[in-house]
């Protein structure tokens, strides 16, 4: 589903953010890429997403090459961003109206895709109300919803449960696991809350000053009574550092 080469991203001024990582993610997993702040995360993301243009390496996602067919990649991805990019005062019915017919789906498409993921995730009934009027676990799983309406076989999740509370971050959970279950979606994720990783991830990614530092399952990175804490903080250090934005 994502198969990646040597891909890499340099930004003006000579700053490596990615160099060269190879990432291989097979159809229906769940896969977690964890990182300390500014490692390369986001900017793996961007590129995997159409969004960023690697400055070399290549990629194929969702079964199409990312430089020469990013059209197609977009059509089977779904992209949920750290920040939500849903306007405070629109209701949500118009929101995703607008958002399928983007994608090209006729009316009838849309009210049709947008019942069925207003029920997947929860939310039938919301949709008249503005996002201002709408809790943070419910915020999330209406972005969630812009991002599966047009059926997508790889959804990419950027931190989707920052700021939620246990029971919300619980409950988002139990949705993810059942776009896999019963529609065989592959899903990658970055998190900071490495028991969410822990707790969801079928295989660990660990990125660090731009490359792959480490990999497996959560069971496999803890071998020998360890903490996926423990694994983290020892591979990737104690020290805090400042947010990259990459």
Known sequence: MIRTSGLSKTFDGGVEAVKGVDISV????IVGFLGPNGAGKTTTMRMLTTLLRPTSGTATVAGHDLLGDSKEVRRRIGYVA??????????????????????????????TKTSEVLARLG??????????ALSGGQRRRFDIAFALLHDPVLLFLDEPTTGLDPQSRANL???IRSLRAEKGMTVFLTTHYLDEADALCDRLLIIDHGRIVAAGTPAELKSGGRTLDDVFLDITGRSLREEAGV
């Open 82 to 111: 750290q920040g939500s990019g849903i306007p405070p005062v629109t209701p949500m019915k118009g929101e995703l109206e607008l958002q399928g017919l983007l994608y090209g789906l006729s009316r009838q498409e849309t009210a």
């Open 123 to 132: 939310l039938t009934g919301l949709e008249p109300k503005p996002a201002a």
């Open 26 to 29: 097979e159809p229906g997993e």
């Open 173 to 175: 959970w139990g949705h």
